[in-house]
């Protein structure tokens, strides 16, 4: 429950914060409309130009529904231009209900790549709507009888409208938490703030509304490439890539430290690896609020890394005691589902309570351990002597 909150608090944060910055944005836009339509070109250059920035990076990192995202965003950029030099105005509802129904259907698609027979299948659905505006934009008769339609259900429009925004939020928001659901969740934001500067300067706005979310993404998909690259995906943690980068970064006075859990692999022989997993993240969080300056990094297995630059082996040493005391006087509690108790083989109860304790070696650079692979192995085996001594103890 207090992570629902969490997730909620977050939402509403980030959706005021952008919401007001998009609409003084807007404001400002229709204010200065003159001045910004005299580098309209220039702007929609830089589109191009983000728009092939942005294909190619969520292409190569597999985020089709960004590329989906972005192929009908194009399209709705080309339609608007396509409308503009034909003097062909589009209901401006009916552009707010076209961009939420096809985000509402892009948020809610599964990852499954972009030229694979469900992309192909998605691709073409973008492609279609499309076309069948071109061929709209030829018939000059049917246009009008269709813009007469529209304004006589002007009102279910709007009531669509409000369902589909409703509907691309809850897609957006259940599994909040990565980079990509923030820009889905900004682009949602746009378009609602968007909604309220229909009357003019539509064609303007629009350049700047794409212009902002194609930053947006690229600047998402930039972050999940940073993540995939240096954090370990299931604790959240920096990884063995970034620990390596960061202790060249160390000065003549550090101490590095080495924990491992204690009897880890009978502990996941017994509750699974799904639990044992849970456990690996909660130990994860608790290193990462270590105090002292300390960095932590998982460094593989079960097995952590703890930087403490500009501390030596006894000044670091009462910030690794109350981490381990912690650890040990936290009670974890067991979640198991039924794949990892038939895969244990025991009869595990939900709710179950047990406690984990870790051992850690501590190192700091000597005359004789002049370098942090040295201090690392050095670490170790102060590790290794905590272990014999009986676990659940800092060695130095």
Known sequence: MGSFFRKISRVFLFSLI???SLYILYALVGKYHLTFWEYKYILQYTLYLLFFLAFLTSFFLNKSKVFFLLLFLLLYLLMMEFYSSRAFSFYPFFNIF????????ISS??????FSSSGIRRISFIIIQFYFFYLLGNRT???NELLDLLLQVNRSIFLLSVLLFLLSLINIVKNFKSNEDYAFLFVLINIFVLFFNLQANYQLLTLVFTLLILLVFIFAILKDFYAMAYLDELTGLPGRRALREEVLKLGDYYSIAMLDIDYFKKFNDKF????GDQALKM???MIDRVKGGAKAYRYGGEEFTILFPGKSSKEAYPFLEELRESIAS???IIRNNKRDKKK??????SGEEVRITVSIGLAEKTNKEKNPLEVIKKADQELYKAKRKGRNCVKL
Do not use: M, Q, W
Not at 98 to 105: A, D, I, K, V
């Open 141 to 143: 008769d049917i246009h």
């Open 283 to 285: 130990v994860a969080s």
């Open 109 to 114: 698609y599964k990852e499954r790549g972009v």
């Open 98 to 105: 076209l961009l939420l129904f096809n985000l509402f259907f």
């Open 330 to 332: 936290r009670p974890f």
């Open 344 to 349: 244990a083989g025991k009869n595990i109860k």
């Open 18 to 20: 952008t919401c007001t």
């Open 272 to 275: 699974g690896h799904d639990v």
